[in-house]
């Protein structure tokens, strides 16, 4: 066999185009984007109060009554306020309930009113007051507050079973 110099200079000249384009390949090939955090949507007020995230359902609940007005942003007010005396925060409750007008709230909202509104006094031992709430929130009551509605008549039983435990009304009505 004979040597010819130029019989490997194709081969050569083929293994240097092809070195060349891999390493453009390479090259071009960059690495994958990194991947986008998919943000959750936030829940809606209603979803966050079903899983006991109350003070998220309130902060929800005070923001959507911002952007409405009317009976709408009144009963978002109402139930913010129940939300926030679930999340044992009752100075905000009391907040939220400033700015309600009773008189454009629907039947069920003012019986919302009622429940918030006799968890109040059952914070403030004012039972004998809780009780008679209660007895108006009962009237247009939607089911969805039946199960709040018992717990709170039962803490309001317990405490009005409890010597002692008569409001300052009572007192007065006696002494008057």
Known sequence: MLYRPDSNRPRAMRCAILALCLALVHACAGTPPAPVAVEKPEPSPEQAFAQGNYAQAARLWQQ???????????GL???????????DNLAQAEDNLRVVDKSELSG?????????????????????????????????????????????????????????????????????
Request: aromatic share 4%; charged share 15%; net charge positive.
């Open 108 to 176: 069920a909202d003012t019986a919302r009113l009622n429940l918030v509104l006799a968890d109040i006094a059952l914070h403030k031992d004012q039972p004998s007051g809780a009780e008679m709430l209660l007895r108006q929130a009962q009237t247009n009551l939607p089911k969805s507050s039946q199960q709040r509605f018992d717990q709170l008549y039962k803490s309001t039983q317990l405490m009005l079973a409890q010597p002692g435990s008569h409001d300052i009304s009572h007192a007065l009505a006696v002494i008057n």
């Open 77 to 87: 007010r109402v139930r913010a306020a129940d939300a926030w005396m679930l999340a």
């Open 64 to 74: 959507q009554s911002v952007s409405t007005s009317g009976s709408t942003a009144s």
